[in-house]
Protein backbone atom coordinates (compact mmCIF):
# COMPACT_ATOMS: atom_id res chain seq x y z
CA UNK A 1 0.00 0.00 0.00
CA UNK A 2 1.27 3.34 -0.65
CA UNK A 3 2.23 5.42 1.93
CA UNK A 4 0.55 9.14 0.79
CA UNK A 5 -1.42 10.85 2.38
CA UNK A 6 -3.78 13.64 2.08
CA UNK A 7 -5.74 15.74 4.40
CA UNK A 8 -8.58 17.02 5.31
CA UNK A 9 -10.22 14.26 3.02
CA UNK A 10 -13.70 15.76 3.08
CA UNK A 11 -14.13 19.74 3.23
CA UNK A 12 -17.36 21.93 3.37
CA UNK A 13 -16.63 25.32 3.35
CA UNK A 14 -17.72 29.22 2.78
CA UNK A 15 -17.27 30.77 -0.52
CA UNK A 16 -14.19 33.42 0.04
CA UNK A 17 -12.27 30.89 2.21
CA UNK A 18 -8.41 30.54 2.16
CA UNK A 19 -8.23 26.58 1.92
CA UNK A 20 -4.99 24.75 2.30
CA UNK A 21 -5.20 20.77 1.02
CA UNK A 22 -2.23 18.90 2.56
CA UNK A 23 -0.83 15.79 0.84
CA UNK A 24 2.27 13.94 2.02
CA UNK A 25 4.61 11.05 1.44
CA UNK A 26 7.03 8.99 2.97
CA UNK A 27 8.77 7.16 -0.29
CA UNK A 28 10.61 10.07 -1.45
CA UNK A 29 9.57 10.39 -4.05
CA UNK A 30 11.09 13.15 -6.27
CA UNK A 31 8.00 13.70 -8.40
CA UNK A 32 4.49 14.50 -7.02
CA UNK A 33 1.37 16.08 -9.12
CA UNK A 34 -2.10 17.03 -8.01
CA UNK A 35 -5.30 16.12 -9.80
CA UNK A 36 -8.78 17.92 -10.31
CA UNK A 37 -11.28 14.27 -10.62
CA UNK A 38 -15.40 15.30 -10.86
CA UNK A 39 -17.78 12.40 -11.02
CA UNK A 40 -17.43 10.34 -14.25
CA UNK A 41 -14.88 12.86 -15.48
CA UNK A 42 -11.15 12.36 -16.47
CA UNK A 43 -8.33 13.15 -14.26
CA UNK A 44 -7.04 16.91 -14.61
CA UNK A 45 -3.09 17.76 -14.14
CA UNK A 46 -3.21 21.19 -12.29
CA UNK A 47 0.41 21.30 -10.64
CA UNK A 48 3.08 18.82 -10.78
CA UNK A 49 6.79 18.87 -9.34
CA UNK A 50 9.90 17.34 -9.85
CA UNK A 51 11.64 18.12 -6.56
CA UNK A 52 12.16 20.59 -4.03
CA UNK A 53 11.23 24.69 -5.14
CA UNK A 54 10.38 23.04 -8.73
CA UNK A 55 6.69 23.67 -9.30
CA UNK A 56 5.07 23.65 -12.40
CA UNK A 57 1.34 24.37 -13.86
CA UNK A 58 -0.55 21.14 -15.34
CA UNK A 59 -3.11 21.01 -18.39
CA UNK A 60 -6.12 21.83 -16.54
CA UNK A 61 -6.13 25.97 -15.68
CA UNK A 62 -6.10 26.29 -11.81
CA UNK A 63 -6.64 29.23 -9.77
CA UNK A 64 -5.17 27.15 -6.78
CA UNK A 65 -1.07 27.41 -6.23
CA UNK A 66 1.45 24.53 -4.96
CA UNK A 67 4.50 24.89 -2.97
CA UNK A 68 7.70 21.84 -2.26
CA UNK A 69 9.93 23.25 0.18
CA UNK A 70 10.44 18.99 1.52
CA UNK A 71 10.63 16.38 -0.77
CA UNK A 72 7.42 15.03 0.82
CA UNK A 73 4.88 17.72 1.46
CA UNK A 74 3.27 19.19 -1.57
CA UNK A 75 0.36 21.48 -0.22
CA UNK A 76 -1.66 22.67 -2.58
CA UNK A 77 -3.60 26.20 -1.86
CA UNK A 78 -6.96 28.42 -2.52
CA UNK A 79 -6.55 32.00 -1.43
CA UNK A 80 -10.56 32.18 -2.08
CA UNK A 81 -12.35 29.18 -2.75
CA UNK A 82 -15.59 29.64 -4.66
CA UNK A 83 -18.49 27.24 -5.91
CA UNK A 84 -16.37 26.19 -9.14
CA UNK A 85 -13.64 24.68 -7.03
CA UNK A 86 -16.04 21.83 -5.51
CA UNK A 87 -14.64 19.01 -7.03
CA UNK A 88 -12.48 15.99 -5.59
CA UNK A 89 -8.56 16.50 -5.51
CA UNK A 90 -6.00 13.79 -5.81
CA UNK A 91 -2.15 14.17 -5.02
CA UNK A 92 -0.27 11.44 -6.47
CA UNK A 93 3.92 10.63 -6.43
CA UNK A 94 5.75 8.62 -8.97
CA UNK A 95 8.33 6.13 -8.55
CA UNK A 96 9.34 4.75 -12.47
CA UNK A 97 6.47 4.81 -14.48
CA UNK A 98 4.07 3.70 -11.45
CA UNK A 99 2.21 6.92 -9.98
CA UNK A 100 1.01 6.34 -6.61
CA UNK A 101 -2.36 8.29 -5.71
CA UNK A 102 -3.69 9.50 -1.84
CA UNK A 103 -7.39 8.99 -1.00
CA UNK A 104 -8.29 12.19 -2.19
CA UNK A 105 -9.94 15.64 -0.42
CA UNK A 106 -13.57 16.08 -1.56
CA UNK A 107 -14.08 19.70 -1.36
CA UNK A 108 -17.02 21.44 -1.48
CA UNK A 109 -17.76 25.04 -1.71
CA UNK A 110 -21.00 26.22 -1.05
CA UNK B 1 -11.45 14.74 -30.59
CA UNK B 2 -9.80 13.77 -26.73
CA UNK B 3 -6.74 12.01 -26.45
CA UNK B 4 -8.13 8.87 -25.06
CA UNK B 5 -11.52 7.80 -25.14
CA UNK B 6 -12.87 5.06 -23.03
CA UNK B 7 -16.73 3.21 -22.74
CA UNK B 8 -18.46 5.14 -20.95
CA UNK B 9 -20.31 2.17 -18.74
CA UNK B 10 -21.50 1.72 -16.11
CA UNK B 11 -21.01 -1.95 -16.70
CA UNK B 12 -23.46 -4.55 -14.30
CA UNK B 13 -22.13 -8.23 -14.61
CA UNK B 14 -23.25 -11.33 -13.14
CA UNK B 15 -20.31 -12.47 -10.64
CA UNK B 16 -18.44 -15.09 -12.60
CA UNK B 17 -18.79 -13.24 -15.85
CA UNK B 18 -15.52 -12.46 -17.83
CA UNK B 19 -15.46 -8.54 -18.73
CA UNK B 20 -14.08 -6.40 -21.14
CA UNK B 21 -12.92 -2.90 -20.75
CA UNK B 22 -11.68 -0.92 -23.57
CA UNK B 23 -10.02 2.04 -24.47
CA UNK B 24 -9.21 3.94 -27.89
CA UNK B 25 -6.56 7.38 -28.30
CA UNK B 26 -5.09 9.62 -31.06
CA UNK B 27 -1.51 9.90 -30.28
CA UNK B 28 0.86 7.44 -31.17
CA UNK B 29 3.47 9.07 -29.10
CA UNK B 30 1.86 7.01 -26.69
CA UNK B 31 4.46 4.27 -25.29
CA UNK B 32 3.41 3.37 -21.80
CA UNK B 33 -0.14 1.56 -21.35
CA UNK B 34 -1.78 1.30 -17.78
CA UNK B 35 -4.79 0.11 -16.15
CA UNK B 36 -6.01 1.75 -13.05
CA UNK B 37 -8.63 0.37 -10.24
CA UNK B 38 -10.42 3.30 -8.05
CA UNK B 39 -12.80 2.21 -6.03
CA UNK B 40 -15.49 4.74 -4.04
CA UNK B 41 -13.68 7.06 -2.21
CA UNK B 42 -10.51 5.79 -2.86
CA UNK B 43 -7.64 7.11 -4.84
CA UNK B 44 -6.52 5.29 -8.07
CA UNK B 45 -4.22 2.15 -7.97
CA UNK B 46 -2.17 0.52 -10.32
CA UNK B 47 -3.78 -2.55 -11.71
CA UNK B 48 -1.72 -3.26 -14.82
CA UNK B 49 1.06 -1.80 -16.79
CA UNK B 50 2.51 -2.32 -20.43
CA UNK B 51 4.86 -0.67 -22.73
CA UNK B 52 4.20 -3.60 -25.85
CA UNK B 53 1.41 -4.79 -28.16
CA UNK B 54 0.25 -7.96 -27.44
CA UNK B 55 -1.33 -9.59 -23.92
CA UNK B 56 -0.18 -8.83 -20.50
CA UNK B 57 -1.88 -11.37 -18.23
CA UNK B 58 -1.46 -11.02 -13.98
CA UNK B 59 -4.04 -13.53 -12.51
CA UNK B 60 -7.74 -13.16 -13.50
CA UNK B 61 -6.42 -9.70 -15.38
CA UNK B 62 -4.67 -9.37 -18.92
CA UNK B 63 -4.11 -6.39 -20.42
CA UNK B 64 -4.18 -6.26 -24.58
CA UNK B 65 -2.35 -3.44 -26.69
CA UNK B 66 -3.05 -3.06 -29.84
CA UNK B 67 -0.50 -0.23 -31.11
CA UNK B 68 -1.53 -0.06 -34.92
CA UNK B 69 -5.22 0.19 -34.20
CA UNK B 70 -4.43 2.51 -30.93
CA UNK B 71 -6.59 0.47 -28.94
CA UNK B 72 -5.72 -1.18 -25.31
CA UNK B 73 -8.21 -3.30 -23.60
CA UNK B 74 -8.42 -4.94 -19.96
CA UNK B 75 -9.98 -8.26 -19.71
CA UNK B 76 -11.30 -9.43 -15.75
CA UNK B 77 -11.63 -12.99 -16.10
CA UNK B 78 -14.54 -14.91 -13.29
CA UNK B 79 -15.09 -11.42 -12.09
CA UNK B 80 -15.96 -11.07 -8.59
CA UNK B 81 -17.98 -8.45 -6.57
CA UNK B 82 -14.63 -7.08 -5.11
CA UNK B 83 -13.73 -6.52 -8.53
CA UNK B 84 -16.42 -3.47 -8.26
CA UNK B 85 -14.71 -0.11 -8.96
CA UNK B 86 -14.00 2.62 -11.65
CA UNK B 87 -11.68 1.28 -14.02
CA UNK B 88 -9.16 3.83 -15.95
CA UNK B 89 -7.24 3.66 -18.98
CA UNK B 90 -4.21 5.76 -18.30
CA UNK B 91 -1.23 6.59 -21.25
CA UNK B 92 1.67 7.53 -20.72
CA UNK B 93 4.03 9.45 -23.52
CA UNK B 94 8.29 9.30 -23.04
CA UNK B 95 7.80 12.62 -21.82
CA UNK B 96 6.39 11.52 -18.47
CA UNK B 97 3.20 12.88 -19.46
CA UNK B 98 0.48 10.43 -18.75
CA UNK B 99 -3.53 11.25 -19.92
CA UNK B 100 -5.93 9.33 -18.37
CA UNK B 101 -9.40 8.37 -19.30
CA UNK B 102 -12.94 8.71 -17.77
CA UNK B 103 -13.05 5.72 -16.42
CA UNK B 104 -15.54 2.94 -16.62
CA UNK B 105 -17.68 1.85 -13.86
CA UNK B 106 -18.33 -1.91 -13.04
CA UNK B 107 -20.56 -3.49 -10.78
CA UNK B 108 -20.45 -7.46 -10.20
CA UNK B 109 -23.12 -8.63 -8.91
CA UNK B 110 -23.20 -11.66 -6.59
Known amino acids: EADIYQTPRYLVIGTGKKITLECSQTMGHDKMYWYQQDPGMELHLIHY???????EKGDLSSESTVSRIRTEHFPLTLESARPSHTSQYLC?????????FGPGTRLTVL | QKEVEQDPGPLSVPEGAIVSLNCTYS??????FMWYRQYSRKGPELLMY????GNKEDGRFTAQVDKSSKYISLFIRDSQPSDSATYLC??????????FGPGTSLSVIP
Open chain 2, 50 to 53: TYSS
Open chain 2, 27 to 32: NSAFQY
Open chain 2, 90 to 99: ALKTSYDKVI
Open chain 1, 49 to 55: SYGVNST
Open chain 1, 92 to 100: ASTSGDEQF
